[in-house]
């Protein structure tokens, strides 16, 4: 198996821990009737950990379909490369290392973090996109 669909099998564990890194906190402030519910009542708004950990979720979740397309695209066309690994392993060790960072509230770093995440996609997403221009 190429290391690009290990990487977004990954991702679907980070995703994970992204979904329950802010529910189990919000369910300990809220309690387990919130949990269970439908969440109509307004909350009052949550401490600044779990807002960010909420932020931090939304990014991942605003990013992550990207890679997959990337990954999946980059299976169809069977352009996997030395290259693609790489950046598909340096977009996952940058993901991993956003959570922490953006749930400790460290600014400059979690953006820094966040682009280098960005240079992983591109480095999967580059192959793909000149391919048609070197046949």
Not at 4 to 28: D, N, P, R, S, Y
Not at 55 to 71: D, Y
Request: proline share 7%; charged share 10%.
């Amino acid at each position: 198996m190429r290391i690009e669909l290990t990487v977004l099998a990954w991702g679907c564990i980070l995703a994970l821990v992204h979904i329950f890194a802010a529910v189990i906190l919000k369910t300990q402030l809220y309690g387990t009737a919130w949990n269970a519910g439908a969440r109509d009542a307004a909350m009052p708004p949550p401490p600044p950990l779990i807002a960010r950990l909420d932020r931090a979720q939304r990014n991942f979740f605003e990013t992550f379909p990207l890679v997959v397309a990337a990954i999946a695209l980059l299976g169809i066309t069977g352009i996997e490369t030395r290259w693609t690994a790489i950046g598909a392993v340096v977009w996952l060790g940058a993901r991993i290392a956003y959570l922490p960072i953006y749930a400790a509230g460290t600014p400059y770093v979690r953006t820094l973090i966040f682009l280098v995440s960005v240079v992983g996609l591109l480095m999967m997403l580059w192959p793909i996109l000149v391919a048609p221009l070197f046949g």
